[in-house]
C-alpha cells in the first residue's frame, strides 16, 4: 500500500519455533461480560528480519501477547528463480501458528513486484489467467492447515485472508465495484472450491475508513456469503492533516459497518503519527496511545461496534506516516525517534507497557478461549 498516495488524495477529495502451552483457560463464552477482542500487530517480514524474534522482543517490552500477526503479499505467481508461495502461504503461517499466533494475509492483487500490474487485473483474475497461480497459493493454505496441530485458544488451524483491500481508494486497479465483486466472489469460490472451508481460511472484506474519491465503500460489499468478516483500515496523520483520536477516525465507518452487515468486525490496520507540523512530537504520540489502547480495552465499546480484532501497523517508513512503536534497529529511521527503539535502547516519553492494552485484552494475553468468536 501506498500511504503517501492515500494522503494526498484526502488532502485533495476530502476525505520452526515451540508451540506455546498454555495452561488454566477461561472457557467462559462471549456474553457481555467475557467479550474480547484479538489483538494483533503487523510487522516487517523479510529474510533479514527473524521476524518471530523481533515479535516476541516486542511483547516483552509491552507485556502483552498477540492474537494475531499481520503481514503482506501481492500475486506474485513466479515459480523460478523465485518462489514465493511456499513461504507466504505455508512457512510463514505455521509458524506464526506453531508460536502461538493467527496468521492474517493481506492478499494484494497486484503484480507490482514483477511487473506493472495490468489495469484489467480485475478481469484477468475472474476469467481464470491467474489460475495456475491460485491453485499453487491454495496447495500450500491446505498443507498448513493439515500439519497445523489445533490450538487450546483458537481451536482449527486458522488464517485470515484479507483480499483486495481499501478497494474504496480511486488509484487502486479494482476499485470499480462492478469488477471488484466480480474478481472477489470468484477468489473466494475458487478456494472454497479446492476445499478450504470457512471456519479455517476466513475472508476479510476491509475498505480504508474513508471513501476516496470512489463509491461507498457499501457498494463493494460481495455479501455475506462472500465473507467471514468485515475490516476497517484508518490512521492519524499528525502534520499532514488535523490530528484525531481512534474514535474520531473510526466512529462513523464503524457504524456503517454495523449497518451493512452483522458479521464481526476487525481493525485490520490502525496507527498514529507523531508528526505536528513539521516536528515530531513523541509525547503526543504517547498520548494518543495511551487513549487508544484505554478505549479498545473497554468492553462496552467492543459490544456497542461488534468489534473483535484490532491489529496495530507498526511500520515507521520515510516518506510516509512513522507509525512504529518498536521497530527493528535496522530499519528505524532518523526522524522516527517517538516510541521506537534503536539498537536495543528504548526512546519513550512514557513506557508502552504503561499504556498498552490492559491485561484482560486479548485472548492468547488472557488465557480465554476464543473459539466462539470463529463459530
Given at each position: ?107 494484494y492483487p497486484s503484480t507490482g513486484v514483477i511487473e506493472k500490474t495490468p489495469v484489467d487485473m480485475c478481469k484477468r483474475i475472474y476469467t481464470g489467467l491467474f489460475d495456475n497461480y491460485l491453485a499453487r497459493c491454495c496447495k500450500s493454505i491446505k498443507e498448513y492447515l493439515n500439519v497445523a496441530k489445533a490450538s487450546p485458544i483458537y481451536g482449527s488451524p486458522k488464517i485470515f485472508i484479507r483480499f483486495a483491500h481499501e478497494m474504496n481508494i480511486h488509484y487502486r486497479l479494482y476499485s470499480k465495484p462492478e469488477e471488484f465483486i466480480k474478481m472477489w466472489r470468484y477468489v473466494y469460490n475458487y478456494l472454497r472450491n479446492y476445499g478450504l472451508n470457512k471456519e479455517q481460511v476466513l475472508f476479510i472484506f476491509s475498505p480504508n475508513c474513508v ?165
Open positions: 500500500m501506498n500511504r503517501r498516495k492515500i494522503l494526498k488524495s484526502m488532502l485533495l477529495f476530502g476525505a520452526s519455533y515451540p508451540a506455546l502451552k498454555f495452561m488454566n483457560l477461561n472457557a467462559n463464552s462471549l456474553d457481555s461480560h467475557n467479550i474480547n477482542l484479538l489483538t494483533g500487530i503487523c510487522n516487517e517480514i523479510s529474510y533479514k528480519i527473524k521476524y518471530l524474534n523481533e515479535l516476541n522482543k516486542f511483547e516483552d517490552y509491552v507485556g502483552h501477547k498477540h492474537d494475531i500477526f499481520h503481514f503482506f503479499s501481492m500475486f506474485d505467481y513466479r515459480s523460478t528463480p523465485y518462489d514465493m508461495v511456499a513461504p507466504l502461504f505455508y512457512t510463514i503461517p505455521l509458524n506464526l501458528w506453531n508460536s502461538g499466533r493467527i496468521p492474517l494475509l493481506t492478499w471513501d476516496i474519491n470512489t463509491q461507498p465503500f457499501e457498494n463493494y460489499y460481495p455479501g455475506d456469503d462472500y465473507t467471514e468478516w468485515l475490516g476497517l483500515d484508518g490512521y492519524n496523520w499528525g502534520g499532514h492533516g488535523p490530528w484525531k483520536s481512534f474514535f474520531e477516525i473510526f466512529d462513523e465507518p464503524m457504524s456503517r459497518m454495523n449497518a451493512l452487515s452483522n458479521k464481526p468486525l476487525g481493525i485490520c490496520e490502525f496507527g498514529t503519527s507523531a508528526k505536528i507540523k513539521n516536528t515530531f512530537n513523541a509525547s503526543k504520540k504517547s498520548l494518543w496511545l495511551e487513549d487508544t489502547f484505554k478505549w479498545l480495552s473497554n468492553k462496552e465499546n467492543l459490544k456497542r461496534y461488534n468489534l473483535r480484532m484490532a491489529v496495530y501497523f507498526n511500520f515507521s517508513k520515510q516518506k510516509d506516516i512513522d507509525s512504529g512503536i518498536y521497530l527493528h534497529s535496522a530499519r528505524a529511521t532518523v526522524n522516527n525517534d517517538a516510541l521506537n527503539h534503536s539498537d536495543n535502547e528504548f526512546k519513550t516519553i512514557k513506557s508502552l507497557n504503561e499504556i498498552y492494552y490492559k491485561e484482560n485484552i486479548g485472548f492468547l494475553n488472557a488465557r480465554q478461549n476464543a473459539t466462539k468468536v470463529f463459530s
